[in-house]
């Protein structure tokens, strides 16, 4: 049988994992200091260790790195009820070190996401190559490119949609698609995790175009289709779609073609779609990637600069390239109420749009305090939970319908 080694400061917690562990059949032994952690581990050279990352005393960080300075070869989950994206990127730093790391759970977590983390113990094999995220994100080793493969030629991929409104008078702006990947037995894989893995294995041409696809059908039969977008004039008034690309796709020359291709399949004008391209994506041919976003543009298509302000290039990469929309990245928008500097940044980035003739776009956004603000500095667009959370294409038409007008106003609604 294998052992389960914990490292818990709460008791309460502790016993509670002990207790989904045993079920999970594993042996258990609890420590609640890094002397008899380490000894233990010496001694009893456990299957997997769970360590809280915010166990009083000496830094979490520290017990990874002697961990890896001992060349730990037990599997390794993290917890910690620190900002998941701290813990995230803690897990980063434990595999950069070469540990284990088999998944990481933030406080609160359900007893059903650790009890499928400790049925791995033991069962994995492989180099750790990336880092788990979401409730099945835990799972390494389930994303090789022959699953990808399958899971794209079989349409398992489906898209959810966020709607955008304009910030100032809340007319139904348009609507970005996003990507999900449901598993009926385990729950959805997050998008954080089956990108980068598509990404890695060279299925994004292929992804991309399903997805794209899948979209725009969508948008045809769904909203271009709607008597009050056809009353309007579909060139004009329509709502726009928003899809994300990679930057993989930017090194694909016939890009544009196929998606002007896509376009004209369903009647779409490339002027109401909108590709959004990460901020943080690296672009392998700079040189290419221009060509590429400009014919994308001199086709119609509407290009928007995602996550702004999440990485070290952005003033380069908005410089170089031939944007048409900023949208902010939601971790200044979401603590703008909280922190002057995110909203210094937030301001500046708005600020910023408007003096390069860009539509700026906020995302993330939670109560109508952050709306009047958005408002209040000029964002042109704004979307997030307070507006309508992510939600399946056959939904939509259900959620147009209970806003009771179109277009949709923000004024007097609250988060959904």
């Known amino acids: ?51 809280d990352l915010s166990m009083p005393g000496p ?26 994206r701290v813990l995230d990127a803690a897990t980063r730093v434990a595999i950069a070190r070469g540990l284990r790391v088999l998944g990481h759970l933030a406080k609160p977590f359900s007893a059903p996401e650790l009890h499928w983390i400790l049925q791995q113990v033991g069962h994995r094999t492989g180099p750790i190559t990336d880092v788990a995220s979401g409730p099945l994100g835990h799972l390494l080793g389930e994303l090789a490119p022959p699953t990808l493969r399958q899971a794209i030629e079989n349409d398992e991929f489906s898209l959810a949609y966020q709607p955008q409104v304009f910030c100032h008078d809340g ?32 299925l994004m041409p292929e992804f991309t175009v399903r997805m794209v696809t899948q979209a725009l059908s969508w948008f045809r ?45 369903h009647q779409i004008p490339p002027a109401l779609v909108v590709l959004e391209l990460t901020e943080t994506s690296a672009l392998d041919d700079p040189v290419l990637s221009l060509e590429l976003l400009t014919r994308l543009r001199m086709q119609g298509f509407q290009v928007s600069i995602d996550d702004f302000g999440a990485g070290y290039s952005s003033m380069l990469q908005l410089a170089r390239l031939p944007f048409s929309e900023i949208k902010v990245d939601r971790a200044f928008v979401s603590t703008a109420l909280q922190s002057a500097t995110s909203r210094s940044v937030v301001k500046s980035i708005v600020e910023l749009s408007h ?20 408002d209040a500095i000029g964002c ?21 319908a209970s806003t009771q007008k179109w277009p949709w106003r923000v004024q007097g609604a609250g988060p959904h």
């Open 1 to 51: 049988m294998e052992r389960l080694l914990i490292f818990e400061h709460d008791t309460q917690t502790a016993q509670t994992v002990a207790n989904i562990a045993r079920n999970a059949k594993l042996e258990v032994r609890i420590t609640e200091s890094v002397k008899s952690f380490l000894s233990t581990l010496s001694e009893e050279r456990p299957a997997c260790v769970l360590i």
């Open 59 to 84: 830094d979490g960080f520290d017990i990874v790195r002697k961990l890896a300075s001992r060349g730990c070869e037990a599997d390794v989950i993290l917890t910690s009820g620190a900002d998941p």
């Open 171 to 202: 007319q139904l702006a348009g609507f970005e698609a996003l990507a999900r990947w449901p598993q009926p037995t385990h729950g959805a894989i997050a998008p954080e995790r089956f990108i980068p893995a598509i990404e890695r294995a060279g």
């Open 221 to 265: 039969t769904c909203i271009l289709s709607r008597p009050q977008t056809l009353a309007s004039g579909v060139a004009q008034n329509a709502p726009s779609l928003s899809v994300n690309i990679s930057a993989h796709n930017l090194a694909l020359p016939d890009f544009p073609d196929t998606m002007h291709g896509l376009c004209e399949k």
């Open 355 to 374: 003096a390069l003739g860009l539509r700026s776009t906020a995302e993330g956004i939670e109560n109508e305090a952050t709306r009047q603000f958005l």
């Open 380 to 400: 042109d667009l704004i979307q997030g939970y307070f507006i309508a959370r992510p939600m399946s294409g056959d939904k939509i038409a259900d959620w147009l």
